[in-house]
């Protein structure tokens, strides 16, 4: 069982940047995704990455926007966020799961641990 621990939230105005940190203990897993999911909503997809190969993936709504990265050193997954938007504003939760292929990462279903999520709020 992978341990997750989420970080780097906070409150930003519309244009701002943020960069999220998600920190892995224990086994490694094949892929690691970023959800989002705000009050009344289901949680929404953002971005995934493979661990070993690097391969990324991401929701077309922060195409172009958000970055999803990581440091295998520092056991460490980030997503860099800029051009920020009031409907970005939701509890940020980092995912694992088995398998590298992120193609088929979309679904929360794929994934088997969770953190414990980082409000991110965007003012305007």
Request: charged share 15%; with cysteine.
């Amino acid at each position: 069982q992978v341990q997750l621990v989420e970080s780097g939230g906070g409150l930003v105005q519309t244009g701002g940047s943020l960069r999220l940190s998600c920190v892995a203990s224990g086994r490694t897993f094949g892929t690691y995704g970023w959800f989002r999911q705000a009050p009344g909503k289901e949680r929404e997809f953002v971005s995934a990455i493979s661990w070993t190969t690097g391969n990324t993936l991401y929701a077309d709504s922060v195409k172009g926007r958000f970055s999803i990265s990581r440091d295998n050193a520092k056991n460490t997954v980030y997503l860099q966020m800029n051009s920020l938007k009031p409907e970005d504003t939701a509890v940020y939760l980092c995912a694992a799961g088995p398998g590298g292929v992120v193609t088929f990462k979309r679904s929360p279903s794929k994934y088997d641990s969770w953190g414990q999520g980082t409000q991110v709020t965007v003012s305007s």
